[in-house]
């Protein structure tokens, strides 16, 4: 077994000391009571919008109240519609029309889900990280069939989260994507003021310190080994250069425990979180239908938190 990276000398020991409300919060997490809302009741069926074309028969919030455990319980199309229309009849509803699994998939692909996160107030501290989600593509659909090794895709998505652990932005992109690049459109998604902003080596770009100090923010972007300042004087520059100068005086152990770099880990643990609970793979196999499912994903477990 190959030993910590850090010594035990310089590791931080965690103390559960809430023992009460800790127990508590995870015998919540449990609780699996089912309600509909009158409102919900009331706006099931979609509103004629007297557009050209036949009327919708389901509201967007029917689509999404139906969405929302096929992606907690990981059930296939059918299966939701099999689940949904049990819900309503056991809640005394079965005057309403449940969904089919071919108007599910077809209506994912351009749902719009609100996000849902409660947010602070004041200034806030954003934490951001990515990830890894599998989808279900022609390479292991030819592999499976075919009995041959198929190329591995998969999606990545981008989160940022407060100290409280509630996801405020997130963002699903190509595998392909440059973490740093996709900063912009979280911060685009934060209304709230930023304090901090605390991300990995990958974020360690004069492009995301510019955006950073366009909105007042002090970045927590530990720099490459091999970091160099940079003459340029503009202000995501001179930021940059200041981190440099600071790793370089106080080392790179010493820095990251003042500038309260270990913060990070929370966004670690909110991908955790969603592995555990919604899982590493992505079941839509449109770029819009894995949208709007990472969407579901992100209100389930910040409404669990």
């Known amino acids: 077994m190959k030993s910590s990276l850090i010594h035990p000398r310089y590791k931080t020991e965690y103390r559960v000391r809430n023992w009460r409300e800790y127990e508590r919060g995870l015998r919540d997490r449990g609780d699996v009571t089912v309600w509909f809302s009158d409102d919900a009741v009331k706006n099931w069926l ?13 509201s967007d919030l029917a689509i999404e109240t139906s969405l929302t455990p096929r992606t907690v ?16 009849r056991m809640l005394s509803l079965g005057h309403l029309p449940v969904p089919d699994h071919s108007t599910l998939s077809r209506r994912a692909h351009s749902l719009i889900v609100a996000q849902r996160a409660t947010t602070c107030s004041g200034p806030i501290h954003l934490i951001v990280d990515s990830t890894g989600l599998k989808i279900s593509g022609h390479g292991p659909w030819a592999a499976a069939k075919h009995g041959t090794k198929g190329t591995r895709e998969w999606r990545k998505l981008h989160i940022s989260v407060d100290e409280r652990g509630f996801i405020i932005a997130h963002d699903l992109t190509e595998s392909g994507v440059d973490d740093a690049s996709v900063v912009p459109e979280l911060l685009n998604q934060v209304s709230s003021e930023i304090d901090r902003f ?3 080596g990958a974020y360690d770009t004069v492009a995301v310190y510019q955006a950073l100090t366009a909105r007042g ?5 530990p720099p490459n080994r091999n970091a160099r300042t940079s003459p340029k004087g503009t202000a995501g520059t001179r930021a940059r250069n200041a981190t440099v100068n600071a790793v370089r ?3 790179r152990r010493e820095w990251k425990k003042q500038a309260g770099y270990h913060q990070q880990a929370r966004a670690e643990n909110a991908f955790f979180r969603y592995k555990q609970v919604i899982g590493g793979r992505l079941r839509s196999r449109s770029l819009g239908g894995q949208g709007t499912e990472v969407d579901i994903s992100v209100n389930v477990l910040n409404r669990m938190l």
């Open 198 to 200: 605390t991300a990995d």
């Open 217 to 221: 923010a002090s970045a927590v972007l």
């Open 249 to 251: 005086e106080l080392g």
């Open 73 to 88: 319980f990981g059930l296939p199309l059918r299966q939701t519609e099999g689940f949904v229309g049990s819900l309503l």
């Open 46 to 58: 979609a509103k004629s919008s007297r557009a050209p074309g036949g009327p919708r028969t389901y």
